[in-house]
């Protein structure tokens, strides 16, 4: 079985064959080694660097003008560049080749100076870049760890002090970071330090800083302790910081998207449970992480099956099955994961667009378990 090395940060660099010089051609299942969702669509990274996408393609999300239809529910190949990174927002993506080089594809505000929809990769700009993270709007680090950030600022979400549209990657402070997550319309990053930030629209306190209201327009320290990794959904934010894997949420929690038992929302970092985690994602409403025992746990709204069950929502942890897991992500309304057993794909829930990648779609294609995803080849 081939090593596999895989990242929260999704960061990958590195030089394999390519399928289009006569080396081995990898399909999505046995050879991911990185899976995304986001939205209503679903990417993965193979062992040599191929980018398969699923789902939704109302606006070229797709990355290919070979293909007219709204979407499509199995794996199709995006571009020929050799990829490290993607990221996924609701009407365009954004991936990093091993070149670390950006580029994107779909609709908005993708960096290349205008509004524009692009059915196949653009590059965007000369710099080269470690990580990406998109909803509505980019942000991203270079390879000097500094910040960048463009597209839509209504709320001062990209956190240069205004609210003004960027068109291009701007860049945000001179200090160096080691992650940023964005979200509908606020922003939380880790610097260097570990030290955690937060910015933009500031509902139900989403940003915790202790108030409810307004909105910072450039980075606001939240705390001072050391960060293992964050993630943002609908209105709310969580973290799990690094000194003992303790995981943290704040926001709104009306669907206990917490899991600490409450729907009650909070303006600060607060503690959930006393359990040990090492991976965390959250989707609009829902949210599924991964424990020390690698097992998957998911809580928060369940209209669509994407906790991994029958509708029901679930104000606690609950587990996805008895398999153990490498890495978890959620999209709007569905799940995905690589198991560790076959290091195959699965996903789960919403499945309008074909984002569960088994083949079908529709109003009532909905999976309540982890569901195997279409190997293309």
């Known amino acids: 079985m081939k090593q596999i090395i895989l990242s929260v940060i999704f960061v990958l660099f590195g030089a394999t064959c390519s399928p289009f010089d006569g080396g081995p051609v990898y399909g999505v299942q046995n050879d991911s080694i990185i899976i995304k969702a986001g ?66 594809w779909g609709s908005g505000i993708l960096g290349n100076e205008v509004y524009s929809e692009e059915q196949n990769p653009v590059k965007i700009g000369n710099d080269t870049w470690l990580k990406i993270s998109r909803s ?91 960060w293992q990794a964050i993630t943002i959904g609908g209105e709310f934010s969580c973290g799990i910081k690094e000194l003992d894997g303790s995981r943290y949420c704040w926001g709104w929690n009306e669907f206990g998207m917490f899991g ?49 069950s029958r509708p029901e929502n679930k104000i606690v942890p609950t587990k996805v099955g008895s398999d153990a897991w490498r890495t978890i992500t959620t999209g709007s309304t569905h799940s995905c994961g690589i198991k560790e057993l076959d290091n195959k794909l699965y996903c789960w829930g919403d499945n309008d667009f074909g984002e569960v990648g088994d083949g079908t779609s529709g109003d009532d294609a909905d999976k309540y378990a982890p569901t195997l995803v279409v190997d293309p080849f």
């Open 39 to 104: 939205g209503h669509n679903t990417c993965s990274i193979t062992v040599d660097n191929t980018l398969y996408c699923w789902g939704r393609n109302t606006h070229g999300q797709l990355g290919s003008d070979k293909y007219t239809s709204d979407f499509l529910s199995t794996p199709t190949q995006v571009g020929y560049q050799s990829w490290a990174a993607i990221a996924l927002g609701d009407f365009h993506i954004c991936g990093i080749t091993n070149e670390k080089s950006l580029y994107c």
């Open 260 to 308: 600490d038992g409450t729907t009650d929302s909070e303006n600060v970092p607060t503690k959930t449970d006393d359990d040990v985690w090492v991976e965390i994602s959250a989707g609009w409403r829902h949210v599924c992480g991964i424990k020390s025992d690698k097992m998957i746990y998911c809580w928060g709204i369940n209209g669509n099956g994407q906790l991994g």
């Open 136 to 226: 509505s709007y980019t942000c991203g680090i270079n390879t000097e760890q500094k910040l960048f950030c463009w597209g839509n600022n209504s709320f001062g979400q990209l956190g240069d002090g205004t609210t003004e549209n960027k068109m291009v990657p701007t860049k945000i402070g001179d200090d160096t970071w080691h992650d940023v997550v964005v979200g509908s319309s606020h922003t939380c990053g880790i610097r260097t330090d570990k030290t955690l930030y937060c910015w933009g629209d500031n509902s139900y306190g989403k940003l915790g800083d202790g108030s409810t209201y307004g909105q910072k327009n450039t980075p606001t320290k939240i705390s001072d302790d050391a």
